[in-house]
Nanobody, 119 residues
């Protein structure tokens, strides 16, 4: 079992920045892909950014150029640097962690952290 601890959410003004962190504890396999998703009230959860075990990144069009996903493997932590925040970035942000090896894989979600962009 893997536990994900998220932090870094909060209230920020438009144009501001935040950094989210997600740290994994427990038993993880040797290959790990991570991502951030978000969910606005009344809407479906959507992909924000992902980073593969090989280091390839992918971003939603709405955050390209403003958000950066990164990881520290030794710390078992994935980050989401969010800049030039907009009102529409307001959502609960969830960390996603897929751990796998040749014969098994498992996916886990964090508890979510609220990001509110407001003036």
């Amino acid at each position: 079992q893997v536990q994900l601890a998220e932090s870094g959410g909060g209230l920020v003004r438009p144009g501001g920045s935040l950094r989210l962190s997600c740290t994994a504890s427990g038993n993880i396999f040797s290959i790990n892909d991570m991502g951030w998703y978000r969910q606005e009230l009344g809407k479906e959860r959507e992909l924000v950014a992902t980073i593969t075990d090989a280091g390839s990144t992918k971003y939603a069009d709405s955050v390209k150029g403003r958000f950066t996903i990164s990881r520290d493997i030794a710390k078992r932590t994935v980050y989401l640097e969010m800049g030039s925040l907009k009102f529409e970035d307001t959502a609960v942000y969830y960390c996603n962690w897929r751990t796998r090896r040749w014969d098994r894989q498992a996916t886990f979600w964090g508890q979510g952290t609220q990001v509110t962009v407001s003036s």
